[in-house]
């Protein structure tokens, strides 16, 4: 498919330090971003490499979801978006998928309730008649300086936000995946290298990669391939509703590459791995991340 007027955002690596700027709520809302992320760079061609897939992106409504959902609109998929209550941001991106020619609906809800992940998936197969890719992507992530700080309620909620919706969704989706189905599993570096001041979150990403390879053997006799992405830092809503305003204007100048990637940067990983360019790929994970060499 050819690019479109919607592909003109900013271009990548111009700016390297971002305004000072913060949000006050879990997970963020892009449309009040500075600047706004790239989520498709452009000269982006599709080549059809999913076409006519289903496909189900949990936090598509913005962030690495947003540009996982029009890439994979551009490469022939339909897209179930899945997201907690940005409806601004979520029917946003509906409208860069349509505007790709390909099916968007969207589901506002909490993923880190079994009832509701089971109910999306049964409406996702009511409309299509099939889910060919699961995307689990949703996640939130909170500042704490002291370990002493972290209360019972954040650490159960990130850990249902992040990795219990994981075994939720996949639970429920597994019944309607052909072989060939293919599962991806947003982790972080930070499983890699862990972070002193996002403790549960990091933690919750490290359960992610060791969920995608025990998972990737379960389900390798069904033809279903599991892997995953450990994206460094990008530009997203979740880093100014996580850190203080001064924190964001520095984020990701630490990286090798000087600078925070942006999410049309990481996206191409997850049209890879859902597609049949992965088909000999199982239990492994891309790392874009700006050029952190870590183990793993």
């Not at 500075?34 to 006519?52: T, V």
């Not at 072989?179 to 990091?202: C, E, F, Q, W």
Request: with cysteine; hydrophobic share 35%.
């Amino acid at each position: 498919m050819a690019t479109s007027k919607t592909d003109k955002v900013p271009a990548l690596g111009k700016r390297k330090r971002m305004p000072p700027q913060a949000q006050k709520k879990q997970p963020g809302i892009e449309y009040k971003l500075n600047p706004q992320p790239e989520y498709i760079r452009a000269g982006y061609i599709g080549s059809g490499k999913l076409f006519d897939k289903i496909a189900i992106i949990s936090g598509g409504d913005s962030g690495i979801g947003r540009a996982i959902a029009v890439h994979f609109a551009r490469e022939g998929a339909h897209v179930a978006i899945i997201y907690l209550r940005e409806h601004k941001d979520a029917r946003e991106t509906r409208d860069l998928v349509l505007a790709e020619g390909r099916d968007c609906i969207l589901f506002a809800g909490d993923i880190g309730q079994s009832a509701f992940c089971k109910k999306v998936i049964n409406s996702i197969k009511k409309e299509y008649g099939k889910i060919d890719i699961l995307v689990n992507n949703a996640a939130e992530q909170h500042y704490s300086k002291h370990f002493k700080t972290l209360s019972d309620a954040q650490i159960e909620k990130t850990f249902r936000t992040n990795i219990f919706s994981m075994f939720y969704m996949t639970r429920a989706a597994l019944q309607y995946m052909p072989k060939g189905g293919a599962i991806i599993n947003t982790t972080s570096v930070t499983a890699y290298r862990g972070s002193p001041h996002l403790m549960d979150y990091a933690s919750t990403k490290g359960a992610i990669v060791s969920f995608t390879r025990a998972l990737s053997g379960n389900l390798i006799k069904k033809g279903i391939r599991v892997n995953g992405v450990a994206p460094g830092p990008i530009w997203t809503p979740l880093i100014p509703a996580t850190f203080p305003a001064e924190k964001v204007a520095k984020f990701g100048e630490d990286q090798p590459m000087d600078r925070p990637g942006q999410p049309s940067e990481v996206a191409p990983c997850y049209v890879f791995l859902a597609s049949d360019d992965a088909s000999y790929m199982t239990g492994q994970i891309l790392h874009p991340n700006g050029g952190e060499i870590i183990g793993g």
